[in-house]
C-alpha cells in the first residue's frame, strides 16, 4: 500500500472512531488537550474485552500468576532506585524561532538518517551537518536529553521534599510490592505478579492517534524466576504473545518480531524483543518482552534496605530472582485491532465501511432490530428477543433508529457480528432474520438457537 493510500486508511479509522463514538480528544470541547484521548461508550466495551482476554490468559488461567492493583504515585525514592529519575529520556530538539519542540531521533528518521545507537552528540552533529531545518523552515538548537515523567506533589507544600512522579510504567509497583506477595501467598519459582493500569509520560511529540500519548494503559507481567532458568521461561512467554495476538484479532501476518540491539535495550534489559506491527503510518512496536535480570530487585533492596532475596527451601539457597517481563500497551492493541478489521466493500454500487471484529472483541455480539418501528407487535417481540439474550449473557444491542439498511450500516461500522430481525414471520413461527456481518448473508433461525 502507497504511502497517501496508508494516511487515507489512517484518517478513516480516526474519523470512524470519533463518529461511532469508539475515541474522542481528551478536553475536546476546549480544543483538546495534546496525547491524551478519552474512551467513548463503544470504547470502553472494546477496552473490557481486551482487558478480560489479556486478565485471564496471563493471570487467571496460569496457576503461578496473582495480581494486583497498585497506586498511580509513588515514593520518590522508587525512581531512584529504578533508573528512572536518571535515565528515562528521550532525545529533544528546539525550533530556535518557534521554541516547538521534537524528538531528534524522530526528526532524523524522517530525514533518512539511521538512528540505531547515535548518542545526542552525534545526533547534533547530523543535524548540523546536514543543515537539517524543522518543519517551519529555522534552524534547531543543540540535541538534549529530556526526562518524560510528569512530576507531582504529595501533601500541601510544592517543594523538593514532597515531590514525586506519575509512573511512567506500571512495572515499578509489582517490584516494590514483590516482598508483600511473598510474605502473604509464599509462592514458590518461578512465579508471577500481573497488573493492568496507567501510565504516564510526558511525550516531547505524541503522534500517529493512539500510537504515541502521554496517558496510556498497560497490561504487563513481572515473572520471577532462578537465574538459570530465564531462556525457558523467555521462550515461553514468546509463544504467549503471539497467542494472545491472535486471540484479539490482530493480524498475525502484519506482525514481526525484532531483536532489540544491545545499544537499543532499555538501561534494565538484558535481552529484549520487540514485536512490532505494520500500521498504517508505519512498522512500529506493539509489544515487548524483556529479560530485566535481578536489576529492578536489586537495586529497590539497596535502596530501601529491605531483603528482597528468595530462599529456595529445596537447594537451601537464597537469592535474588531474575525477571521477564511481557509488556502490553492497550492502546496500541486497540489500535492495532482496528486496523486488522477495518474493511470496505461494495454493496448495490455504494462503499461499505465494515469492521471485522472477532465476536470475543467486539462491542455488540448481537443487535436486535424491529423490521419497523411504528408496529407495536413487533417492537415488543424484538425486545422479548433483546431481553432473553441479554439474560443469557450477550453483548446485545436494541436498534430502530433508521430504516433496515442504515441499521446495517450502523452495526456493520462497530462491529456487530450479526444482526437479529423480527418480522411478522416472527410472530407465526418464532423465527428471525440473522444477517453476517462480513458476507451480508442471511438466513432463519429459531429464536431458542440464536
Not at 496460569?62 to 525514592?77: F, I, K, N, R, T
Request: hydrophobic share 35%.
Amino acid at each position: 500500500m502507497k504511502s497517501n493510500e496508508h494516511q487515507e486508511q489512517m484518517e478513516k479509522i480516526v474519523s470512524l472512531c470519533k463518529r461511532r463514538g469508539f475515541f474522542f480528544r481528551g478536553s475536546e470541547i476546549y480544543g483538546g488537550l495534546a496525547g491524551f484521548f478519552d474512551y467513548g461508550p463503544l470504547g470502553v466495551m472494546i477496552k473490557k474485552n481486551v482487558e478480560n482476554i489479556w486478565w485471564n490468559m496471563f493471570v487467571d488461567s496460569p496457576e503461578d500468576m496473582h495480581g494486583l492493583d497498585a497506586s498511580l504515585v509513588m515514593h520518590p525514592q522508587t525512581y531512584q532506585a529504578s533508573g528512572h529519575a536518571k535515565n528515562f529520556a528521550d532525545p529533544m530538539v528546539e525550533d530556535t524561532k518557534t521554541k516547538k519542540r521534537y524528538r531528534a531521533d524522530h526528526v532524523l528518521e524522517e530525514n533518512g538518517v539511521d538512528v540505531v545507537g547515535l548518542t545526542p552528540e552525534q545526533m547534533n552533529q547530523i543535524i548540523v551537518e546536514k543543515n537539517i531545518k524543522s518543519v517551519d523552515g529555522n534552524p534547531f538548537g543543540e540535541v538534549t536529553q529530556f526526562n518524560m515523567m510528569f512530576q507531582t506533589f504529595v501533601g500541601a507544600n510544592a517543594d523538593a521534599d514532597s515531590r514525586t512522579f506519575l509512573r511512567p510504567e506500571t512495572a515499578q509497583g509489582i517490584f516494590t510490592n514483590y516482598k508483600n506477595v511473598l510474605d502473604t501467598l509464599h509462592p514458590k519459582l518461578p512465579f508471577g505478579i500481573g497488573q493492568i493500569g496507567k501510565s504516564f509520560r510526558n511525550e516531547i511529540a505524541p503522534r500517529d492517534f493512539l500510537f504515541r500519548v502521554r496517558e496510556f494503559s498497560q497490561m504487563e507481567v513481572e515473572y520471577f524466576v532462578a537465574p538459570e532458568t530465564w531462556e525457558t521461561h523467555f521462550a515461553n512467554f514468546q509463544a504467549k504473545v503471539w497467542d494472545f495476538i491472535s486471540a484479539v484479532g490482530i493480524d498475525t501476518s502484519k506482525v514481526s518480531e525484532l531483536e532489540v540491539a544491545d545499544e537499543d535495550r532499555a538501561f534494565y534489559s538484558k535481552r529484549t524483543i520487540d514485536f512490532e506491527f505494520e500500521y498504517p503510518f508505519g512498522k512500529k512496536e506493539l509489544y515487548g518482552l524483556a529479560y530485566r535480570t535481578d536489576y529492578d530487585l536489586k537495586n529497590h533492596g539497596e535502596v530501601s534496605k529491605v531483603d528482597l532475596s528468595y530462599f529456595d527451601e529445596e537447594k537451601k539457597e537464597r537469592f535474588i530472582p531474575h525477571v521477564i517481563e511481557p509488556s502490553f500497551g492497550l492502546e496500541r492493541t486497540i489500535l492495532a485491532v482496528l486496523s486488522s478489521a477495518y474493511s470496505e466493500d461494495e454493496v448495490n454500487g455504494e462503499v461499505r465501511v465494515f469492521l471485522k471484529l472477532k465476536p470475543e472483541i467486539a462491542p455488540y455480539q448481537f443487535a436486535v432490530f424491529p423490521l419497523l418501528k411504528n408496529k407495536p407487535e413487533l417492537v415488543l417481540k424484538a425486545r422479548e428477543v433483546y431481553e432473553l439474550l441479554k439474560k443469557k449473557g450477550v453483548r446485545v444491542i436494541f436498534d430502530d433508529n433508521g430504516n433496515i439498511g442504515k441499521r446495517y450500516r450502523r452495526q456493520d461500522e462497530i462491529g456487530t457480528p450479526a444482526c437479529v430481525t423480527i418480522d411478522f414471520d416472527t410472530l407465526e413461527d418464532a423465527s428471525v432474520t440473522v444477517r453476517d456481518r462480513d458476507t451480508g448473508e442471511q438466513k432463519r433461525v429459531k429464536i431458542e438457537e440464536l
